[in-house]
């Protein structure tokens, strides 16, 4: 029996804003590292994920900055 893989588009959160993949052949990390010109938060921010909701990748950008423990 053949082993059928498949791979899902990677999207991006930051809090609730949706951001599309710059490109896939980027790390998470360096996806981050792109949009961080535009949002300069994502320099303290580490990548979580992925999660598969509706047939996506989705990978989150969450700020460490402000958080206690």
Avoid at 2 to 15: D, E, G, I, Y
Avoid at 28 to 48: C, D, G, H, I, R
Avoid at 51 to 64: C, G, H, L, Q, S
């Amino acid at each position: 029996m053949a082993l059928n893989t498949s791979k899902f588009p990677r999207v991006f959160k930051k809090k609730d804003e949706i951001l599309p993949d710059p490109n896939p052949m980027l790390s998470p990390e360096e996806v981050m590292a792109y949009y961080s010109n535009q949002y300069p938060e994502l320099t303290t921010s580490n990548v979580f994920g992925p999660k598969i909701e509706n047939d996506k990748a989705v990978y989150e950008f969450k700020t460490t900055v402000g958080t206690k423990g």
